[in-house]
């Protein structure tokens, strides 16, 4: 089945005029993007592809690199036209990658971010945070003209939060198990910032970290199985949402344009070796109250309490807020597209999907 890209000509032109003059410094330099053919690795590289098609003075190259071990090997050229300046190369980061360019930016996005997924795949969720991340730092390291490396954290290295310390500032250090069914993502996305901050103190890498808080939007596949998208599914489908135990566990959510302009900004302008929490701290919402706003907006919908499935990890947090204070003074970061807005948008873009409809 088709899925149509993801990124809408607005969205695009949006997080390119969020960066402002700041994308410029891009033209003419070589751009390696780990996880390329996932949900985030898809938006940067249209992002790029528009910004080589008519704003940069210079066109930049992008590598990415995917094992598709979740992303899809379609979506790339999905609208059907190449930009020559967009390498896709099938590449596992857990080995060392045999990139010969000389590169003046990294972004590690590889991961396995869904939590149905990381359970399926715990030991590949971990070698893609650590043995990916340290792979990736050597190539940073022999790369004497790197401007940046963005390691995708993740606001799960928070674990489940004290009440006190939500929203959650870049200075809380977690509550997080290392023998739970999410410790293959919690810890080693900890593990992984651990070493990136190594390699910027050691070998003076010039590396930002990211910690997303739950980014949605159009291109999220219809079988990723982060709740938007799978209440999403469920709704155009007309199966009832399940929402897991009582429903009073709380998310923010980030639309892609606002993430995407963060992550950047993180990249461009961040401090070397800081982390930043990047998402929407007015997006809080529980998940009942999210299936609820679904019975609105996709009339018809209803809604099902159900026991948290064996696939699920249990364990989840009560709570997620990103606290964005660092971000917004540090990079200039604010996220504009409030949550109703930014469902609506993706709900548009699904109804579209042949995958969405089956
Ligand atoms: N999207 C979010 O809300 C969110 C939140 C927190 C953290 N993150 C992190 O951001 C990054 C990107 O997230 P996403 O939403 O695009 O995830 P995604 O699952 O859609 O994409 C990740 C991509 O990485 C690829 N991959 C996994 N292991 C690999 C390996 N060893 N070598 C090469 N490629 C590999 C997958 O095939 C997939 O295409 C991930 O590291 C994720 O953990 C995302």
Redesign the pocket.
Known sequence: MSQKPQSSDDDVDRIIGNLGDDAHRFAGKTVLI????????RHFIAVFRRLNAGVLSKPCKIIS????????QTALHGDGTRDPNIVEVW????YPLPVREDLHFIL???????PV?YMKYPL?TI???VQ?TKNLLELARRNKDLEGFLF?????IYGDPDPKSVPTPETYHGYVSSVGPRAC?DES?RLGETITTIYQQQHNVPVTIV??????GPG?KHN?R?VIPMFTYQALVGQALPVHGDGRQTRTF?YVTD?IAGFLKTLLKGKPGEAYNIGNADNEISMHDLASLYTKLIPGTSLQHIPYPDTYPAGEPQRRCPDLTKAAQHLGYASEVDLQTGLAQFIAWAREQDSYRA
């Open positions: 780990s996880g390329g053919a996932g949900f985030l690795g690199a995917d094992n598709f071990i979740t992303g899809d590449a596992d980061v857990s590690h996005a590889a991961g396995v971010a869904s997924y590949e070698e893609s945070a990916g995708f954290s993740s606001s799960e993502y996305k910690r997303p808080f739950n980014v949605f999220m990723d982060r980030c993430a």
